[in-house]
């Protein structure tokens, strides 16, 4: 049910359905990985952008990475935010680097 709602038009469906997901679960795991890398990189919703990339994150995955860094680039605080957590979580030098480079623009969840 939860992976149906990740398709849902009403975001905050989204993004409760990802909140709820179940990432140990590994038939959870391996049917949410797309839906969610789908939504990391195109959901015009910035939350539930933001969401997805963040419970892909999560998952420590060095296959992520080109998501994180493009979510990097983002006009919105809640998903630069998301994407430097993630990028921290796997290569801790480099996001620091990055986050160095948003200090006087430093709003919301990029803080």
């Known amino acids: 049910m939860f992976i149906a709602d990740l398709n849902d038009k009403y975001y905050a469906l989204r993004i409760k359905a ?3 997901l179940n990432m140990e679960k590994s038939d959870i795991k391996n049917a949410a990985i797309p839906v969610l890398s789908a939504l990391a990189k195109t959901d015009v919703n910035t939350l539930a952008k933001a969401a997805a990339i963040t419970a892909l994150g999560a998952l420590k995955d060095p296959a992520f990475l ?3 860094k493009d979510a990097v680039n983002s006009r919105s605080y809640a998903v630069q935010g998301a994407a430097l ?3 921290n979580g796997l290569e801790p030098a480099q996001a ?4 160095k ?3 006087k623009d ?3 969840a990029l803080t």
Not at 96 to 99: I, N, V
């Open 18 to 20: 990802i909140h709820a």
């Open 96 to 99: 620091f680097t990055l986050a």
């Open 106 to 108: 430093n709003e919301a």
């Open 85 to 87: 957590a993630a990028l």
């Open 66 to 68: 080109p998501i994180f």
């Open 101 to 103: 480079s948003f200090e």
